[in-house]
């Protein structure tokens, strides 16, 4: 069966200072998704982003950036040069192929407080 | 602006009174499903419906019911409420399987 871990539950920073979420998996499927959701206060889920198994490149997005690591199974986030407004708790997911249900499996989450 | 919406956003209930979460999607979205969020148990899936007529269970079904009558519409019903269904509720849909989801912006439901 699938598993998603999030060490950390919460993590706390200064603005400015990076920081990275870690997130490990386990799973049976050779062909298998990973995302990133971020939930703020308001409580809405917010996609970051989609991986496939296949490609372990990494990611930026502006400030943001993944690092897909199969040998270790883990998808990490780093938010560099971190805002009060990445104030939120991020949760990371996978969804394998044979999954008929399209189901998520979801991680703790992490919550991230980034004081001013 | 491409969205998913439900409806109400927050609702307080007793037990036993039949009640109905609307969820609508207007990106012509295949798959449609359902989760809950609980401290502690994260984000489960509810049910979840690949199309039009075709529904089925996720990891936590007991107590709910889906329809999927439109290709829009994915109402989860509450025949008789109970209070360990107090929870956060999400609506999410895709494309189509191993797509990306789009939830939501949740229902917070408390049943007393």
């Known amino acids: 069966a699938q598993k998603v871990t999030q060490a950390q539950t919460e993590i706390s920073v200064v603005e400015k200072e990076d920081v990275t979420l870690d997130c490990v998996y386990e799973t049976r499927d050779t062909t298998y998704y990973l995302f990133w959701y971020k939930q703020p206060p308001s409580g809405e889920l917010v996609f970051l982003i989609r991986r496939n198994s296949f490609d372990e490149q990494n990611e930026i997005s502006g400030r943001y950036s993944w690092n897909f690591q199969k040998s270790t199974s883990s998808f990490n986030f780093t938010i560099t040069a971190s805002q009060v407004v990445d104030s939120a708790v991020y949760f990371c997911?996978?969804?394998?192929?044979?999954?008929?249900?399209?189901?998520?499996?979801f991680g703790g989450g992490t919550r991230l407080m980034v004081k001013p | 602006e491409a969205q998913v919406t439900q409806n109400p956003r927050y609702l307080i209930t007793v037990t036993g009174k039949k009640l109905t979460v609307t969820c609508s999607q207007n990106?012509?979205?295949?798959?449609m499903s359902w989760y809950r969020q609980d401290p502690g148990l994260g984000l489960r899936q509810i049910y979840y419906?690949?199309?039009?007529?075709?529904?089925d269970k996720g990891d936590v079904p007991e107590g709910y019911k889906v329809s999927r009558k439109e290709k829009r519409n994915f109402p989860l019903i509450l025949e008789s409420p109970s209070p360990n269904q107090t929870s956060l509720y999400f609506c999410?849909?895709?494309?189509?399987?191993?797509?990306?989801?789009?939830f939501g912006p949740g229902t917070r439901l408390l049943v007393l």
């Open positions: 990106m012509n979205h295949e798959y």
């Open positions: 997911a996978l969804s394998e192929r044979n999954n008929a249900g399209n189901m998520l499996t």
């Open positions: 999410a849909s895709s494309p189509g399987r191993r797509e990306t989801q789009y």
């Open positions: 419906s690949m199309n039009v007529e075709v529904t």
